[in-house]
Nanobody
Framework: QVTLVQSGGGLVQAGASLRLTCVAS?????MGWFRQGPGKETEFVGS????????YYADPLKGRFIISRDNAKSTIYLQMNNLKFEDTARYFC???????????????????WGPGTQVSVSS
């Protein structure tokens, strides 16, 4: 199992940008981001395949959220732009040793989870 260390997050105003960082210790194939808002279920944000940088995003977030990687640092980033109140949630970094396609949308595909970091957007 891979250990994931997250940083970033905080309280911002609507329209602002924020970047989350996740550093992995150990080998993983795909890394992703999930979030859980107050009173909501955990939902897929996006994922990135570390070998070639292929990304997948939840449809409502396409264009505003961008995932990138730095393999030399075993790090992925979640750049969140034009944040909205409804983006308020706890964001979790995840790691999977095998998911490569649309199965990466499922939380069950990830065996490693970070502790989460809170993002709060004021309207």
């Amino acid at each position: 199992q891979v250990t994931l260390v997250q940083s970033g997050g905080g309280l911002v105003q609507a329209g602002a940008s924020l970047r989350l960082t996740c550093v992995a210790s150990g080998r993983t194939f795909t890394m992703g981001w999930f979030r859980q808002g107050p009173g909501k279920e955990t939902e897929f944000v996006g994922s990135i395949r570390l070998t070639d940088g292929t990304t997948y995003y939840a449809d409502p977030l396409k264009g505003r959220f961008i995932i990138s990687r730095d393999n030399a640092k075993s790090t992925i980033y979640l750049q969140m732009n034009n944040l909205k109140f409804e983006d308020t949630a706890r964001y979790f970094c995840t790691g999977s040793r095998y998911c490569a396609g649309y199965e990466c949308y499922q939380s069950s595909s990830y065996e490693s989870w970070g502790p989460g970091t809170q993002v709060s957007v004021s309207s």
